[in-house]
């Protein structure tokens, strides 16, 4: 199994027009529609030098119509600066056009800019998000209900019977045991707090989840000679790296990257280049559940550099499974 994941970054170096970066998107999702590839997910954030990807339910309604069977993900959209009704009819709408292919994964949003642009105050988050997940299910039912002092119905209905599975993210202890009171499942940014989710499964009398089953959480790119590559990528992976490196710092928060040189980026960081033979390797070895991770475009890599890696995947990788 394999899925991709994109954001849009699109720096001024790497020499690429917005519209070609999302037609390249576009063509990639297809590409691995029809190749068994089973998750397109993307992402949001607002007002990033880069133009970091701002609309994902409006892209993501592209990769629907472009796919038939890759479930589409949106991973994660911040609930606070949506309006909550409006965003139960979007998602509705893109479920539908989706064939019942949305999968959903909500946030309390980090980014003190982000906050200010939307007019609203962070240490709103956790109420905001919690009237949000309310609201879906709700909505969601198709029946009319009281929201906020109005009375309102939301039609159609998502394809999903009950509207797509609300998921919540996070990286604290309170996000944890909030997914667990009132979510279908909780995506952490690491595992330092899924005792705390599990914990509260038990005190709610929800079933427990066992220990997180940790998979490989670093973004792949093959190539046949990777001491060739890295200096082509790193760039890109600089750029990203230090972009989120500069969010996370600025919320004191902890995840995956964080402020590296260019020898530690590529000896610890979230990046990897290896050959098709070493990813196939690694995928006979983890067995029949094995998944491979693509962030095609990571840190704005031109749509061509991206092709690269995919094809020796479809080329090089896939036909040794399956043999």
């Not at 309102?152 to 996070?170: A, D, N, W």
């Not at 190539?223 to 600025?250: C, F, K, T, V």
């Not at 020796?312 to 399956?322: D, K, Q, Y």
Request: aromatic content about 8%; hydrophobic content about 40%; some cysteine.
């Amino acid at each position: 199994m394999f899925g991709l994941r994109f954001d849009l970054r699109n720096p001024s170096f790497a020499g690429v027009t917005s519209t070609e970066r999302v037609q390249a998107a576009l063509d990639m999702a297809e590409w691995a529609d029809t190749r068994g590839g089973v998750m397109v997910a993307v992402s949001e954030h607002h007002g990033q030098d880069d133009g970091y990807l701002p609309a994902p339910i409006v892209f993501a309604s592209a990769l629907a119509a472009r796919t038939r069977t890759a479930r589409i993900m949106l991973a994660a959209l911040p609930a606070p600066f949506y309006d909550p009704l409006r965003l139960a009819e979007d998602l509705a709408v893109l479920d539908a056009v989706a064939g019942g292919r949305l999968d959903v994964i909500l946030a309390g949003g980090y980014v003190a800019e982000e906050f200010a642009m939307f007019g609203v105050p962070s240490s709103s988050r956790g109420e905001r998000l919690e009237e949000t997940v309310r609201l879906l299910r709700q909505a969601w039912t198709g029946e009319p209900f009281e929201f906020r002092g109005r009375r309102v119905r939301v039609t159609p209905t998502p394809s999903q019977p009950g509207g797509p599975r609300i998921v919540l993210g996070g990286s604290t202890a309170a996000a944890a045991r909030r997914a667990a009171r009132i979510a279908d499942g909780f995506v952490p940014v690491d595992g330092s707090c899924w005792d705390a989710y599990r914990e509260e499964l038990g005190r709610v009398g929800k079933p427990d989840p066992g220990p997180r089953v940790e998979t490989a959480s670093a973004t792949t790119f093959l190539s046949e000679d990777p001491e060739s590559a890295w200096p082509i990528l790193l760039p890109y992976l600089r750029h990203e790296n230090a972009q989120y490196a500069s969010l996370l710092d600025a919320a004191k928060l902890e995840g995956p990257y964080s402020t590296m040189t260019d020898e530690e980026l590529r000896r610890s960081g979230p990046y990897r280049i290896i050959t098709p033979e070493a990813h196939t390797e690694e995928l006979r070895a983890r067995g029949a559940m094995a998944f491979s991770y693509f962030q095609p475009m990571a840190g704005g890599i031109p749509p061509a550099l991206a092709w690269e890696s995919l094809h020796l995947f479809e080329e090089r990788v896939v036909p040794r499974l399956e043999s």
